[in-house]
Nanobody, 117 residues
Framework: QVQLVESGGGLVQPGGSLRLSCAAS????????MGWYRQAPGNQRELVAQ???????NYADSVKGRFIISRDNAKNTVYLQMNSLKVEDTAVYSC???????????WGQGTQVTVSS
């Protein structure tokens, strides 16, 4: 069992920045592909960004050039730096840890990000 604890959400004005963190209890953290997902009211959950254990990244088109995902394997933590935030980025952001090719898949409890003036 892997526990994921997100932090860093909050209220920010359009154009502002936030950094989300997700701390994982995984014993061998770099085995896990880590991802950030978001879900806005009335919408399905969508992938925002993901990063492999080796650091390869993938982003949703809507956040490319604005968000940066990174990880610190020594600290068992993944980050999401969100810049130039837009109102439409408002959602609950959740951290995911999975090992591809297996059924191993864990979710954090989510953190609210609200972009509003």
């Amino acid at each position: 069992q892997v526990q994921l604890v997100e932090s860093g959400g909050g209220l920010v004005q359009p154009g502002g920045s936030l950094r989300l963190s997700c701390a994982a209890s995984a014993r061998i953290f770099n085995l896990y592909h880590m991802g950030w997902y978001r879900q806005a009211p009335g919408n399905q959950r969508e992938l925002v960004a993901q990063i492999t254990g080796g650091g390869t990244t993938n982003y949703a088109d809507s956040v490319k050039g604005r968000f940066i995902i990174s990880r610190d394997n020594a600290k068992n933590t993944v980050y999401l730096q969100m810049n130039s935030l837009k109102v439409e980025d408002t959602a609950v952001y959740s951290c995911n840890a999975n090992i591809p090719g297996t059924f191993i898949n864990f979710w954090g409890q989510g953190t609210q990000v609200t972009v509003s003036s």
